[in-house]
């Protein structure tokens, strides 16, 4: 058989398969709308309702929320609900907290000394470890303790089914499963709790491109960052009237942004080193119901949010340790944070960063949320971390560093784009139970950052 006619025989095998396949869907599909079909009027000729049933109340307000038109704006309605309680409401308990644990840190340090207790020692353990501790409980726990409950009283009411209806056709063009959207939708509180409910997905393949993928959408740690920048740099050019409209915008669209790259790289992984067959599934709609309150406060307290907590603290205690080693290590009256920021900078410039924050993100690899006081401790050169809360002076220092608009911008896509922190990575390897999957969930988001940024800093270079 000649060359030409061999490949003409693959290019028709290969579009048999894809007919055969998109054929299994459409049959698949007829087949278990029939017997729903069949099952309603089986169901309406032996059950007699007295009055107005909750079934037309569950298919009136389907009507709404599953709407072609309607059903999308309000999703982003109520995500941005969340968002705002998560942010709005977390602000003053965090600072409670960080007031708390940082006076608490200042008496324990005064009391080891005051015992004759080596210095090195007060900085390692109490300035290092427990201010890294009491960074991360302090950032993490109001927002999670806000966004848990809320997202898990809008799955008791039976609203995160019709989440995952209206993203499916989405998620089936990118080859992944419909449920990935309620995986993707856990991530925004903590991509390790996100990794986790990839359990519900049944398919090893699908849930694979799942876990890879949960990265993308920004966790609790990451918000602090976005939100500080957005009402640093871009908020901070409106007028006050429409400046808190302007940081939301853009924290709006870095979520956008996340699920858009959540969508692309499901189907560039879906079209390569997992490629498949789409999995069918039923997915079926639960009535509306009220809310428990109490079973919801329990479950999404104890089973996610302590437990995501506690591996947070675990990983962000060494993490805490290595800050102020580096800070109080001195080779020839310089730092070893300044040495080692020196030596990334060039680097750094080249994806529209520093030395600094690239070290920092180093370092805050157990835990996203120490991110800026490592930036902050870096620029003020300083042996332990810092944190400034007035955001004029925050601003200040960054610009005498060097920052600009482009920098925020770039920081902002770094911190949506790259890899999982370890309590993540940590998660990805016990669900997996593989090195080569965790290496991968680590790989391509840093490599889609690093690519990312280096468009945005040379075009913005090129442009201005």
């Not at 059950?47 to 309607?70: A, E, M, P, Q």
């Not at 999703?75 to 003053?92: E, R």
Request: some cysteine.
């Amino acid at each position: 058989m000649s060359e030409e006619k061999l490949n003409t025989l693959n290019k028709i095998i290969n579009e048999s398969r894809v007919i055969g396949e998109k054929i299994d869907i459409v049959l698949h599909d007829i087949l278990v709308s029939s017997i729903y079909n069949d099952a309603g009027i089986i169901a309406s000729k032996a059950v007699r309702l007295k009055g107005k049933s909750n079934f037309d109340y569950d298919r009136n307000l389907d009507r709404i929320l599953t709407s072609k038109w309607l059903g999308f704006p309000i999703m982003f309605i109520i995500l941005a609900g969340v968002f705002y309680l998560t942010i709005a409401g977390a602000n003053v308990p965090s600072q409670m907290l960080a007031k708390m644990f940082f006076s608490i840190e200042d008496w324990l340090a005064a009391q080891l000394l005051y015992i004759n207790t080596p210095s090195w020692i007060v900085g390692l353990f109490v300035h290092g470890i427990y201010k890294a501790v009491a960074w991360v409980i302090s950032v993490m726990l109001p927002p999670m303790a806000i966004f848990f409950p809320v997202f898990t009283l809008l799955e008791d009411f039976g609203y995160l089914p019709r989440v995952a209806f209206n993203l499916d056709r989405l998620f089936k063009w990118a080859g992944a499963h419909g449920k990935q959207a309620l995986t993707m939708g856990m991530g925004f509180g903590c991509n390790a709790a996100g990794i986790v409910s990839t359990r519900i997905i049944d398919s090893p393949r699908e849930r694979l491109i799942a876990i890879i993928t949960n990265n993308f959408v920004p966790c609790n740690g990451r918000w602090p960052l976005i939100i500080i920048l957005a009402t640093v740099f871009v908020a901070g050019s409106f007028t006050p009237s429409v400046a808190s409209v302007a940081a939301v915008g853009v924290v709006m669209a870095i979520t956008l942004l996340g699920i858009t790259v959540t969508l692309l790289v499901s189907k560039l992984l879906s079209k390569s080193v997992l490629k498949g067959e789409l999995s069918s599934y039923q997915l079926e709609l639960p009535s509306y119901r009220r809310p428990q309150i109490m079973r919801v406060l329990y479950t999404s307290f104890i089973s996610r949010t302590v437990f995501v907590l506690w591996r947070a603290v675990i990983m962000a205690a060494p993490a805490g340790a290595v800050i102020w080693l580096l800070g109080n290590i001195y080779i020839d009256s310089t730092n070893l944070m300044t040495i080692i920021a020196d030596f990334l900078k060039p680097f750094g410039n080249l994806i529209g960063l520093d030395g600094v924050i690239i070290l920092a993100y180093i370092i805050a690899i157990p835990a996203n949320e120490i991110v800026i006081p490592t930036i902050i401790m870096g620029y003020m050169a300083s042996g332990e971390m810092m944190d400034i809360e007035d955001l004029d002076q925050l601003k200040a220092l960054f610009l005498a560093n060097g920052w600009t608009i482009v920098t925020a911008v770039c920081l902002m896509l770094f911190s949506l784009l790259h890899y999982p922190c370890s309590t993540t990575s940590f998660t990805i390897w016990k669900e997996t139970k593989s090195v080569k999957w965790t290496v991968l969930s680590n790989l391509l988001p840093l490599t889609i950052a690093i690519l990312v940024c280096f468009v945005v800093a040379q075009a913005a270079r090129l442009l201005f």
